[in-house]
């Protein structure tokens, strides 16, 4: 479970692939309730049956292609939250169980990142008590999956309702023990600052996932190069219980530098996280943005990938 910190870093896949390759069914909540009890389940069973065998062509498809951390899609089984669904998912525990099995002996790792709708900062109590059971189902599919109940199976999250940190802390503190142990916190473009975040995962002792592009978009920076970034990585790596395990986030903005919203490829790289072990990369173009990178200079050994060249070939493309 260790990375190798002579090694470059491992770059993650998001969810799905750009290709085909990678990609999942669903079926709306709508659709759903349309049909009987009965024909609830069936759609379920054979929407679970596919998705389990379209994780595995993911885990096939990251072992072929040397990718080592993958983020599992948090819709991986629709509404297994709901009492139709949890029936349903319990049918397929063994086969589950091999899935995840089979990851955890490729050295593949498996993280999640629910949806915007968990909210645990909320000040609606619904919305909280939503929100633990949306994670407690995550937590289950973890487990189920025969992953450690730690940060290495991480399931991040968002700080969600800004102004809330007191109720961040006590609420993380009263999670299951299967949802707690594997919690970390991402700091975001808007709510919460990467020092608010770090200053939260201390309190409630969970790692924090650092975002650079969140950063430097609430911070309103230019440069991946702003000392603040070294700065805050190097304090994040300490609240990762084992350091190797530490977990960041890239990104480039789409259209200009500060843009919230993703670029196809990453052009621009923080210099600081040529020493992260494990990044995963948030571009549309998933796996391509992945092999530019490892085609570049990530590493030490082929020089470093310019922080300013994004803007510059965002720059030129526009002028």
Same mark, same amino acid.
């Given at each position: 479970m260790y990375a190798n910190r002579n090694e470059c870093p491992q770059l993650g896949l998001v969810c799905v692939t750009a290709s085909d390759a990678v990609r999942y069914r669903t079926i709306t909540r709508k659709r759903l309730l349309q049909?009987?009890?009965?024909?609830?389940?069936?759609?379920?069973?054979?929407?679970?049956?596919?998705?389990?065998?379209?994780?595995?062509?993911?885990?096939?498809?990251?072992?072929?292609?040397?990718?080592?951390?993958?983020?599992?899609?948090?819709?991986?089984?629709?509404?297994?939250?709901?009492?139709?669904?949890?029936?349903?998912?319990?049918?397929?525990?063994?086969?589950?169980?091999?899935?995840?099995?089979?990851?955890?002996?490729?050295?593949?790792?498996?993280?999640?990142?629910?949806?915007?709708?968990?909210?645990?900062? @909320?000040? @609606?109590?619904?919305?909280?008590?939503?929100?633990?059971?949306?994670?407690?189902?995550?937590?289950?599919?973890?487990?189920?999956?025969?992953?450690?109940?730690?940060?290495?199976?991480?399931?991040?999250?968002?700080?969600?309702?800004?102004?809330? @940190?007191?109720?961040?802390?006590?609420?993380?503190?009263?999670?299951?023990?299967?949802?707690? @142990?594997?919690?970390?916190?991402?700091n975001d473009e808007y709510s919460y600052s990467a020092l608010e975040i770090l200053e939260i995962c201390r309190a409630a002792r969970v790692p924090m996932v650092f975002d650079a592009h969140h950063h430097i978009v609430h911070e309103k920076l230019q440069s991946y190069e702003d000392p603040s970034i070294a700065e805050i990585l190097r304090a994040a790596r300490?609240?990762?219980?084992?350091?190797?395990?530490?977990?960041?986030?890239?990104?480039?903005?789409?259209?200009?530098f500060n843009d919230r919203n993703h670029s196809d490829l990453i052009t621009a790289m923080p210099s600081a996280f040529s020493n992260v072990p494990w990044i995963e990369v948030e571009a549309k173009q998933k796996e391509l943005a992945i092999e530019k990178l490892r085609c570049e200079s990530l590493s030490k050994r082929k020089g470093k990938i310019d922080p300013k060249a994004g803007r510059k070939a965002r720059t030129s493309h526009h002028s």
């Open positions: 049909l009987d009890p009965v024909k609830q389940k069936g759609a379920l069973r054979l929407l679970y049956a596919d998705n389990l065998a379209r994780l595995d062509n993911a885990i096939d498809y990251c072992h072929a292609h040397d990718i080592r951390l993958y983020r599992m899609t948090s819709s991986l089984f629709p509404f297994a939250d709901d009492p139709v669904g949890e029936d349903v998912l319990d049918e397929f525990r063994e086969a589950i169980a091999a899935k995840g099995q089979r990851a955890l002996d490729l050295g593949i790792r498996l993280v999640l990142h629910p949806d915007q709708f968990v909210v645990i900062s @909320s000040d @609606s109590p619904h919305v909280v008590e939503n929100s633990i059971k949306i994670l407690e189902t995550h937590a289950r599919v973890m487990d189920m999956l025969t992953q450690p109940r730690s940060c290495w199976a991480a399931i991040e999250i968002h700080g969600g309702k800004s102004g809330r @940190s007191e109720q961040l802390v006590r609420v993380i503190r009263q999670l299951p023990e299967a949802v707690r @142990s594997r919690l970390a916190l991402e300490e609240t990762w219980p084992v350091p190797e395990w530490q977990l960041v986030h890239i990104s480039n903005g789409r259209e200009y």
